[in-house]
T-cell receptor, first 113, second 109 residues
Framework: SAVISQKPSRDICQRGTSLTIQCQVD?????MFWYRQQPGQSLTLIATANQGSEATYESGFVIDKFPISRPNLTFSTLTVSNMSPEDSSIYLCSVRQGSTEAFFGQGTRLTVV | AQRVTQPEKLLSVFKGAPVELKCNYS??????LFWYVQYSRQRLQLLLR??SRESIKGFTADLNKGETSFHLKKPFAQEEDSAMYYC???????????FGTGTKLQVIP
């Protein structure tokens, strides 16, 4: 299993600013994923982050808006850039090691005002 | 493309009644199917996966490749089963997990 800690757990931000969300895992994992869960919606994958390579973004998400870092096998960050109210959402970090289940952080609840 | 469909946004049942949460998928290959659950104020967690063929908290799910379905069932609902349930699909190890839209299960006392 994997225990994931996300910081911050919640934040209220002004439009036009950026927020960086941190994801720390208690073990080394190959694959880390970032999801967004908008109010009343399901989880939408933003990107896959593998250590030592560029993140792979899903359709509709771009690196300029959601830059991701993956400096090592236990840590990743997601930045939400130039925020607008439409970015208000829960952002979730997830990890998977091979054919195991996916484990999730507790999420970061972002409100943009 | 991989897609997961959960037709019901909300399912209300009485305590002790049977529960069936529907899930259909689209995937060109042999998928891994999961059910995840999110209880109030808790993080998303795995309930069960098709390859383990387990019964967790009384829930079972059978993969039907002919109907491309992975419905979640429980013979007798309990109040503590009230939660959000997500069906999910992966293409295999080291692959992303795609989630359905979720079904909120409400068990009425």
């Amino acid at each position: 299993s994997a225990v994931i800690s996300q910081k911050p757990s919640r934040d209220i931000c002004q439009r036009g600013t950026s927020l960086t969300i941190q994801c720390q895992v208690d073990s080394q994992v190959t694959m880390m994923f970032w999801y967004r869960q908008q109010p009343g919606q399901s989880l939408t994958l933003i990107a896959t982050a593998n250590q030592g390579s560029e993140a792979t973004y899903e359709s509709g998400f771009v690196i300029d808006k959601f830059p991701i870092s993956r400096p090592n096998l236990t840590f990743s960050t997601l930045t939400v850039s130039n925020m607008s109210p439409e970015d208000s959402s829960i952002y979730l970090c997830s990890v998977r090691q091979g054919s195991t289940e996916a484990f999730f952080g507790q999420g970061t609840r972002l409100t943009v005002v | 493309a991989q897609r997961v469909t959960q037709p019901e946004k909300l399912l209300s049942v009485f305590k002790g009644a049977p529960v069936e949460l529907k899930c259909n998928y689209s995937y060109s290959g042999s998928p891994e199917l999961f059910w995840y659950v999110q209880y109030s104020r808790q993080r998303l967690q795995l309930l069960l996966r098709h390859i383990s063929r387990e019964s967790i908290k009384g829930f079972t799910a059978d993969l039907n490749k002919g109907e491309t379905s992975f419905h979640l069932k429980k013979p007798f609902a309990q109040e503590e089963d009230s939660a959000m349930y997500y069906c999910a699909l992966s293409g295999g190890g080291y692959q992303k997990v795609t989630f359905g839209t979720g079904t909120k299960l409400q068990v009425i006392p």
